[in-house]
């Protein structure tokens, strides 16, 4: 399409000379030579050969618009597919606004350098070329003084070029700040507020701004240093065309119809060169941009199937970690961990801040590899698994709770969309959230914002918590789902979690005793390290984290006790 | 409560008006000199432009039939001459014009980033964030060039038609009315199509919005929709949004495209009238052939400016999309806002009292109804009851993240927040939400925030007395470890004890901790509790919580229910009670027993 565009551009310069040579005609026979008849006849040529290149003409911007369309859709979706299955690490290093300028002010680089850009290349080129070769068969030497400009004026766009390069790139940069800078600002609205920041935040991004600004200008001044030769050099063509085509006249080496011919045609030699340094500015914004698309178009996820990974039959449930080590940038975050659970068992893990717990869960999601070690469902290493098989045996209601702007029906349904209706209500019941639910405006309708703002952190928890039991998972983990709810509602929850309508492996994160004390193993996580493990009667016995803990979250519950006592004597 | 997801399209509250268009003025109107003085500036390289063709002509015509060398090497260096001073006004055109409309872009972008720093939470929850980033970045970027260029370039448009006209008419009045006449029929065209160009291109930038929306909500959730397996999902609904921008930009360019298209045919029907009538008439020597090859020439000359024109115009209704969007942007309400004559807070001893208040978040909605108390300057105060009985509405009321519906709340018994700035309210007070949000930067940028003029050892003392010092400098960098926006690479409780030193930092007067501490582990949370019971010293507090062990030593416990306070008192008080509160309590109590045994 792409192609028949630009083959049409072609064909439509080249008909642009038609009309100028039928008006001579017109001039010539009509006007001068007085015959009348011909005027009708030229007249309606003119006009079929204009409506044929308009529709030409027409019709080459719409190839050209479709294409660039086509090809920006297809990048679009290729490149959201690579940025769906890439890993965490690659979100680290890429932040979201930069993310966003490649999807947005990058892509569209691309487009207008395939609808417009291409388009005019063709144009100058062969604008430039069949001139020179017809310039040539009339008369070499002046045609070589003519285009004697030419090396000299490449010779400065090739400079001017090489220079810019880095103020694109640097423009590109200053612009993916911008976006990180609005975009953190935008996402972090409710921190900015609370401590009163809004003055500091206009001036962290006035500076992206005044940046971007500057940046653009700084092109634009080395822009202006070398317009004026490009532009004089261009003009040098007509210069030439008449100054030395008056002395070649003089001299008698051409003839005064023959230096006509050039005048009126100097022009299509000398728009091109004219046009060649704004051709440039654009090319180099393209590349500037087209190499920040290719990036991510190649860069490609780390965790992906393996060639010899397998499809089972059915999800078992059965866990086991074998000596798995984890680091993050060098920093050892597991070390040496073992555990085994088995189908339908229930694995509690405890432990301070940071030690590592969430990890475990990550590994096992395949979100991360280990370093060392094994990792083993249903006696089968995750890596040889097929991800989308393991991941969808894994149920995760995730400590941070990301919502997606959906209703609220769409968001318990997010990995489930084969859910009724009445599956969703009732996921919502076994998580304590149908009550709240039921009072929102539109009830299950009602539409909530991204990442959930506008719900309370419990009630966010819930939402999450229903829509891991939705998926009916062989895995069902809760990650510290119920640190905001009331013990109350905590209890209510693990009552449904004890009476699920599927039969599931269950690992639970959490702070509270109360929380895992029913687990059919415990395990502490201190520093990466398992510390303790056991049932909660054995951990108890032992004076370790588990038993620490337990006193320090029971202590109010004893002298509680005793206020409790206090009253009912 | 939001109103709009990524796949829902915006509906327009003001159409473009004559008002918009003023308003744009305001932005250029700061640059009309400098866009006076490039106007001049391409008139006079337009005006050096035409000595050209007179140059070649005297070329051609006297110095080579004559052939006078000499002469021939002067109108060479003249021609040299009047092409420097082309250029050189040209070159200083583009110069000041490029600083105008970078400097209406920057000053655009300035306006509409300082206006949302003021809207509410509740303008951030109703929309995708995708939907408002797109309009500070994008859409600001392509007004620029229409509001710089667009409006010099239109007017030198303008200018040279006048002059074609002129000239035109006065060759040939009769024939130039024959050329003219194309005009109102290009202009009825235009106003024929003009609606469903601006639908069309209004519903590309819902389209390009919607795309944008859900391209940063997949970033950012990313880590869910690949635990989830919902890969395949988005990228289907991805790719059908990404088909709607295709379809509406492909709707929209194929009637812009068709504007020029019918200007350069009026052109050939004009042109072609023109020559059957001046021909006919010329059998009756009404006019001379002069006169029609000039009138041949004068029609290009005067429809070229409105093909250029035309393109302009395009751009314009492309672009007004954009605009009214950013406009209105700008138009949304600031709900909560510094009061004409609002004062700045002294530094108050921190004595808060609720009069009568009422709030609600919908109106007839009531979350809060008539409540009223005093907390002393130093009191802790611990706010317990079911989830969504509005317990964070009322710390969020105190810190006037919203406007009462009724009533007031005054500090220190005599200011009232509504009638003091919000800067000055809300440095003495510290909040720390249930989020906490992590910006990229360092681990010390991050805890400065709370503080800007903070140094290093203070910054360092703040991490220290919340316990978050251990983990920070096990982190490769220490406290320049760099930290990517939303911290990933921390766990949640750590995040929380970052915000919670942030907090701190801050040395508010009032300190609210709006469940700070629910993902940070038991032994941690008594040692931060310790750590901060010296920094609480002397401050008022309002703590929310739902593990009662946090708050059982605060001063008074409100029980939130039923829109207001049900019950008060100390820990002991309520207890003896047997109320509500009671019965929240030993239901922990009973689970913790339960745990016991």
């Given at each position: 399409m792409l192609i028949a565009g630009l083959a049409i551009s072609v064909v439509v310069s080249c008909m642009l000379l038609i009309n100028p040579y039928m008006t001579s005609l017109l001039i010539d026979n009509v006007i001068v030579g007085k015959n009348t008849e011909f005027l009708v006849p030229i007249l309606a040529a003119m006009m079929i050969v204009q409506v044929l290149r308009m529709g030409m003409r027409f019709s080459m911007h719409m190839l050209l618009e479709t294409s660039s369309q086509h090809m920006m859709y297809n990048l679009r979706c290729s490149l959201f597919k690579t940025l769906q299955n890439q890993e965490g690490s690659f979100f680290s290093r890429n932040r979201t606004g930069d993310l966003m300028t490649r999807m947005t002010g990058d892509l569209e680089f691309c487009r207008h350098f395939v609808c417009f850009i291409s388009h005019q290349i063709t144009d100058a080129v062969v604008m430039f070329v069949s001139t020179l070769i017809f310039f040539l068969l009339i008369d070499w030497q002046l045609t070589l003084a003519l285009v004697a400009v030419t090396p000299l004026l490449l010779f400065i766009t090739q400079k001017y070029s090489n220079k810019v390069r880095p103020h694109f790139i640097l423009m590109r940069e200053r612009l993916s700040e911008m976006n990180t800078a609005a975009q953190e600002n935008i996402a972090g609205n409710r921190v900015v507020k609370a401590f009163a920041r809004e003055a500091y935040e206009r001036e962290k991004f006035k500076e992206c701004n005044r940046n971007f600004r500057d940046a653009n200008l700084g092109i634009n001044r080395l822009w202006l240093k070398f317009y004026p030769f490009i532009e004089a050099l261009a003009n040098f063509m007509t210069l030439i065309t008449v100054f030395v085509g008056g002395l070649f006249i003089i001299r008698g080496s051409i003839t005064a119809g023959e230096l006509a011919i050039f005048t009126s045609l100097t022009w299509a030699l000398a728009a091109p060169m004219r046009n060649l340094g704004v051709l440039i500015n654009d090319i180099q914004r393209f590349f500037t941009s087209a190499n920040k698309v290719i990036e991510i178009y190649y860069s490609r996820p780390l965790i992906v199937d393996r060639s010899d990974a397998v499809l089972h039959d059915r999800v078992k449930g059965h866990i086991e970690f074998r000596n798995v080590s984890f680091s993050f940038n060098k920093v050892p975050i597991l070390k040496d961990i073992s555990f085994k659970v088995e189908p339908g068992q229930t694995l509690a893990i405890i432990g301070p801040t940071g030690s590592g717990k969430t990890m475990i869960i990550n590994l096992l999601a395949r979100l991360y590899d280990a370093d060392r070690g094994e990792i083993l469902l249903d006696g089968c290493n995750v890596k040889l698994w097929k991800l989308q098989q393991l991941r969808s045996a894994i149920g995760t209601a995730t400590q941070e709770v990301f919502l997606f702007s959906d209703s609220v029906k769409g968001n318990i349904a997010?990995?489930?969309?084969?859910?009724?209706e009445q599956e969703v209500h009732d996921f919502a019941r076994r998580a304590a959230a149908d009550e709240f639910i039921q009072k929102m405006p539109e009830g299950y309708e009602t539409i909530i914002g991204e990442?959930?703002?506008?719900?309370?952190g419990g009630q966010r928890q819930r939402i999450a918590l229903a829509r891991a039991m939705a998926v009916q998972p062989a895995i069902l983990v809760l990650d510290d789902t119920t640190s905001a709810l009331d013990m109350e509602t905590e209890k209510l929850i693990q009552h449904q979690i004890d009476n699920l309508p599927f039969k599931c492996t269950k690992i639970i994160i959490a702070q509270r005793i109360s929380s895992v004390k029913n687990a059919d193993e415990i395990i502490v996580l201190e520093q990466g390290i398992i510390t303790e493990r056991g049932t909660h009667e054995q951990l108890l016995k032992r004076n370790g984290y588990y038993r620490q803990t337990y006193e320090l979250q029971n202590d109010i519950s004893v002298d509680e006790k005793a206020v409790f006592n206090c009253g009912t004597q | 409560m939001a109103r709009n997801k990524f796949d829902i399209d915006e509906k327009l509250e003001s159409p473009f008006s004559m008002a918009h268009l003023k308003r744009s003025f305001t932005y250029i109107r700061r640059h009309r000199l400098k866009m006076f003085f490039a106007l001049m500036l391409s008139g006079m390289a337009s005006v050096a432009g035409l000595f050209g063709p007179k140059i070649m002509q005297w070329t051609l015509d006297d110095a080579v039939p004559n052939k006078d060398i000499s002469m021939l090497a002067l109108l060479a260096l003249l021609y040299i001459c009047i092409l420097a001073i082309s250029i050189l006004f040209t070159t200083v055109r583009s110069h000041i014009m490029a600083r105008v409309s970078q400097d209406i872009i920057y000053d655009i972008r300035e306006d509409l980033f300082a206006h949302l720093q003021k809207l509410p939470f509740s303008y951030y929850d109703s929309r995708p964030a995708g939907k408002i980033l797109v309009r500070v970045i994008n859409y600001v970027n392509s007004v620029a060039d229409m509001l710089s260029n667009g409006i010099i370039n239109s007017i030198l448009e303008v200018i040279n038609i006048i002059f074609i006209v002129v000239f035109m008419f006065s060759t040939n009045a009769t024939l130039s009315l024959v050329i003219v006449a194309g005009l109102p029929i290009f202009v009825l065209f235009i106003v024929v199509i003009k609606p469903k160009q601006r639908r069309a291109w209004q519903q590309q930038s819902n389209k390009n919005s919607n795309y944008n929306a859900y391209l940063a909500e997949s970033i950012d959730g990313v880590h869910v929709s690949q635990l989830f397996v919902r890969q395949q999902i988005n990228i289907g609904i991805f790719a059908r949004l990404a088909a709607a921008c295709r379809a509406a930009w492909m709707k929209a360019i194929i009637i812009s495209n068709s504007v020029w298209v019918s200007v350069e045919l009026l052109t050939q029907i004009v042109f072609t009238v023109m020559y059957i009538a001046g021909v006919y008439w010329m059998g009756g020597a009404i006019v001379s052939f002069g006169v029609i090859l000039a009138m041949g020439q004068y029609v290009s000359r005067f429809w070229q400016p409105i093909l250029n024109l035309a393109n302009i115009y395009n751009m314009f209704i492309n672009n007004i999309a954009y605009l009214e969007r950013i406009f209105e942007t700008m138009d949304e309400p600031v709900t909560v806002d510094n009061m004409p004559g609002a004062i700045e807070l002294p530094p108050v001893s921190g004595q808060v009292e609720f009069r009568g208040v009422s709030f609600g978040?919908?109106?007839?909605?009531?979350?809060?109804?008539n409540i009223s108390f005093t907390v002393e300057a130093g009191e802790s105060i611990a706010l317990v009851g079911p989830?969504?009985?509005g317990k964070t509405t009322v710390v969020n009321l105190l810190s006037r993240f919203y406007n009462l519906t009724g009533g007031e709340i005054l500090l220190d018994g005599k200011y009232d927040i509504s009638r003091v700035t919000l800067h000055s309210l809300r440095s003495q007070m510290g909040i720390m939400m249930q989020d906490s949000f992590i910006f990229s930067g360092t681990v010390m940028d991050n805890i400065r925030y709370g503080r800007l003029d903070a140094t290093e050892e203070e910054i360092i003392a703040a991490a220290k007395a919340v316990h978050a010092h251990d983990f920070i400098i096990e982190m490769?960098?220490?406290?320049?470890t760099e930290l990517n926006e939303r911290g990933s690479r921390l766990s949640a409780g750590q995040k929380q004890l970052i915000s919670f030193a942030r907090t701190m930092l801050a040395n508010p007067r009032i300190l609210i901790l709006d469940e700070a501490t629910s993902s940070i582990d038991t032994k941690t949370e008594r040692l931060l509790q310790q750590g901060i019971r010296v920094l609480l010293e002397g401050r008022t507090s309002f703590i929310i919580a739902h593990r009662l062990s946090t708050i059982k030593n605060c001063n008074r416990i409100f029980y939130i229910g039923d829109k207001g306070i049900l019950e008060s008192g100390s820990h002991t008080q309520l207890m003896n009670k047997k109320g509500l509160y009671y019965r929240l309590y030993t239901a922990q109590a009973s689970e913790m027993e339960a745990v016991v045994h």
């Open positions: 997010f990995g489930n969309q084969a859910l009724t990442r959930g703002v506008g719900l309370s | 978040y919908e109106p007839g909605v009531p979350v809060l109804e989830t969504g009985a490769e960098k220490g406290y320049h």
